[in-house]
Structures are given as C-alpha cells and as structure tokens.
C-alpha cells in the first residue's frame, strides 16, 4: 500500500474530508500529518512522508484483541490508548486487514457525532 491508495480509500468513504491541522507545530513529523474526518471529527490520519503507520479508533473490547493478534498494532502515540491504535504499515497487518480497521473508524466516528451533525452530513 502507499500513500496515494491510502489516501484514496480513505476518501471514498461518503462525506469524509480531509486536512492537515498540524502544519504550525514544532515536532516535524506532527507537521506532515494528514487527518481524515466525518464532520468535525477525525476518524484516521497518517504522516503524509513517512507514511509508516495510521491512526484508528477502535471499541474497547476489541483494541487489547487486536493488540494481541498482531504485533503491528499498538496502542496510539499522543492519544487514547483505550480507544486508539497506531497500525503499521508493511507488518504482520495485511492491507485488507488495515483498510477494514479504517473503515470500522469511521463507522464509529460517525456514530459518535451527534444527531445533528449526521444529519447534516
């Protein structure tokens, strides 16, 4: 997988947008990171030049499961270790398997915006 299918799987899920928000910041590698969201909520993001891992958000039943499944799973650096994991890209992690943990993101993200907003969308 690279960036480009990445990315693109990741916009062809209905209404999501995408931005960098952290351009401003000291740490270089926050700058290059690309966010993916559902509303006004972030469902993944990825550095854009290292292009070494994801972020996704996970149910808590189930992030400790795939923790223990695959060692390309850990719990996610600057966030919720419950909720959020790092999966690494080019490991035990298969892209289909990657690609289906972003979709479930997203479907949790989404689930999570209030009624309002999911109406909007």
């Known amino acids: 997988m690279n960036i480009e299918s990445f990315r693109e799987y990741c916009l062809s899920l209905p209404h999501v947008t995408e931005k960098m928000p952290f351009t401003t ?44 499944r695959y060692t390309g799973i850990t719990p996610a650096w600057h966030m919720n270790k419950r909720l959020w994991n790092d999966v690494y890209f080019n490991s035990d992690v298969p892209d289909s398997k990657i690609l289906e943990l972003v979709r479930i993101s997203y479907q949790i993200v989404f689930e999570s915006l209030p009624a309002k907003e999911r109406k909007m969308l």
């Open 25 to 68: 910041v000291k740490d270089p590698y926050s700058q290059n990171v690309l966010c993916f969201y559902i509303g006004s909520k972030w469902f993944c993001y990825v550095n854009i030049e290292v292009f070494d891992r994801c972020c996704v958000k996970s149910m808590p039943d189930e992030t400790e499961e795939l923790r223990a």
